[in-house]
């Protein structure tokens, strides 16, 4: 019994840039193959930071409004002139990037440093390392540290999907039989919208507690509720 890893859910060949591409050719390869964002990778093939939808949204809103721009005069009648004092300044200004690259450049606007992930991580360890770095996305990274995928958290949510007959049949063969050696004359399972029912007896030295965890473990489960009788329960009360 074991998680799904990420090279089962990341999504592959990943899409990259280079730190020099534009952004416009940016946005046609996100909008092209669906995705929200791309690593952005050096000579090597090695990522150095990412692009996503958010960024080159910002960007577009950073930019001053074309009356901001004409002289207080010129300004259209009837219309009052925004000042750009409170405005942020724009990655699309005319300075370059935390990385040295022209304005108008992947390079100019990606976040950075990366955050990479490993293809044999469990879905766990990513959905972790998202939630400590405050991330989206995970570049997934090989042996040499090319990128190989990229996982979001839209792919871990699939793990939510999963069918409940998989999720009862992975708990009745790899957790019952396999690792607990109980047979399905003991034990039944039941899964109804990810919610595992297990109901049957247990011996005096079954451990409920040990049942729970590892039903818990299976990717897909939301909740575990027990119903079980015997010497094992009983001492576990």
């Excluded at 050096?42 to 409004?65: F, I, N, T, W």
């Excluded at 699309?92 to 490993?118: F, I, K």
């Excluded at 409920?208 to 909740?223: F, K, Q, T, Y």
């Amino acid at each position: 019994m074991r998680h799904r890893a990420v090279r089962d859910l990341m999504s592959r060949p990943a899409v990259c840039v280079h730190p020099g591409t534009g952004l416009k050719e940016t946005a046609r390869l996100m909008a092209g193959h669906g995705i929200s964002a791309v690593p952005v990778v050096d000579e090597d093939e090695k990522p150095v930071g990412m692009v996503s939808e958010g960024d080159l949204v910002r960007a577009q809103a950073e930019l001053p409004e074309p009356a901001e721009l004409l002289p207080a005069g010129h300004a259209r009648a009837g219309r009052r002139r925004t000042g750009t004092s409170g405005r942020p300044g724009g990655t699309g200004g005319g300075a370059a990037g935390a990385s040295g690259e022209r304005p108008g450049t992947a390079g100019a606007l990606m976040s950075s440093p990366v955050v990479p992930g490993r293809p044999e991580w469990s879905l766990v360890e990513a959905a972790r390392t998202m939630r400590s770095n405050g991330v989206k996305r995970l570049p997934i990274v090989g042996e040499t540290g090319r990128v190989l995928g990229v996982i979001s958290r839209a792919d871990l949510m699939t793990v939510f999907l999963r069918r409940d007959d998989a999720i009862a049949d992975e708990i009745t063969d790899d957790v019952l039989r396999g690792a607990l050696g109980l047979s399905a004359t003991q034990i039944s399972v039941t899964v109804s919208e990810g919610v595992v029912r297990v109901r049957g007896r247990i011996g005096a030295h079954d451990s409920p507690e040990l049942l729970e965890r590892l039903c818990r473990a299976v990717d897909g489960v939301v909740d575990v509720q027990l119903d079980l009788s015997g010497p094992g329960q009983a001492s576990a009360a």
